[in-house]
């Protein structure tokens, strides 16, 4: 399935992190500090200094050209679903993130304003902050028939069959993760 470039920047943003070990933001910082203007040459010191393949080296130099920083980056979707009364599920985001990116390489974690969209050749499970003490996990299982916290999706979203409902970091735990791989690998 082809991506426009947008979304193909999209997703180069929301693996920023975990493929360079720096968000968005903190490349802009380390691109601000060079004082250099060119895109050629703001790449050339990201690749020499700090090691970034020519893909993000040059996805942060247009960034960094575009005024400095981004419209709305991957992180800041996320930052803002889990600012304020929601901050504490933040940790459930972050572990459910870490077993579902070991999934395979062709992953693909794409933030929206309220939810984060998981996908692979089509979206299998999303993530999101429904209210300030849970985080909505919805997942796609096609002919699974709902069993204890594996409910009908019912109004939550129609993008999904199930929805898993968490209150705790080791809510994430084998059983949603095997759900979860298994809409992944029929996806």
């Not at 247009?62 to 929601?86: E, H, I, M, R, W």
């Not at 979206?123 to 796609?140: C, E, H, M, Y």
Request: net charge positive; proline share 4%.
């Amino acid at each position: 399935m082809a991506k426009s470039p947008e979304e193909m920047a999209a997703s180069m943003i929301a693996n920023l992190k975990e493929k360079t070990g720096k968000s968005l933001d903190a490349w802009l910082k380390i691109a601000k500090k060079t004082n250099l203007e060119k895109h050629g040459q703001i790449v050339k010191h990201l690749k020499s200094e700090h090691g970034v393949t020519h893909g993000y080296a040059n996805l942060i130099a247009n960034q960094f050209l575009q005024s400095g920083k981004p419209a709305s980056t991957g992180d800041d979707l996320v930052g803002t679903q889990y600012s304020g009364p929601k901050s504490d599920l933040r940790p459930i985001y972050d572990a459910l993130i870490k077993a579902i990116s070991k999934f395979g390489k062709d992953v693909e974690i794409a933030p929206k304003k309220a939810y984060v969209s998981l996908r692979r050749n089509k979206q299998f499970a999303l993530i999101q902050p429904s209210t300030k003490t849970r985080v909505d996990v919805g997942i796609n299982l096609k002919g699974v028939e709902p069993n204890g916290r594996l409910e009908k999706s019912g109004s939550f979203n129609s993008m999904v069959s199930h929805r898993v409902r968490l209150e705790k970091k080791a809510d994430v735990n084998p059983e949603l993760i095997r759900w979860l791989k298994s809409a992944y690998q029929d996806s």
